[in-house]
């Protein structure tokens, strides 16, 4: 659970990154939607390096158990992935990115 001390920007140990952590956690348990476990399969790949990594760059946060979190990367400038979307949020973003799964 705690972020990797070498990332660009430890994550803090914080409510909110708390609530983050536990809200995925559920999501990893299996208790989530189709159209969530897509975008857990399409953060990990739009995230490549740190999936590579096995923790995020720039928050040090553990992969994959980061990608089924509530919030988005907190990668200041270009953000790897947004936060996790509703269905209709997350089809309408399929297709402005011309993604299929």
Request: aromatic share 12%; proline share 6%.
């Amino acid at each position: 659970m705690f972020a990797n001390p070498d990332a660009n920007n430890p994550a803090k140990i914080t409510f909110k990154n708390v609530k983050n952590y536990l809200s995925a956690q559920v999501r990893e348990a299996g208790f989530l939607p189709d159209w969530e476990k897509e975008q857990v399969l399409w953060r990990a790949e739009a995230a490549k390096e740190c999936t590579l990594n096995g923790s995020c760059l720039e928050c040090g946060c553990e992969t994959p158990d980061l990608f089924y979190g509530t919030e988005g990367c907190k990668r200041k400038e270009n953000p790897c992935f947004p936060d996790m979307m509703g269905e209709k949020e997350w089809t309408q973003f399929k297709i402005d990115n011309k993604l299929n799964f």
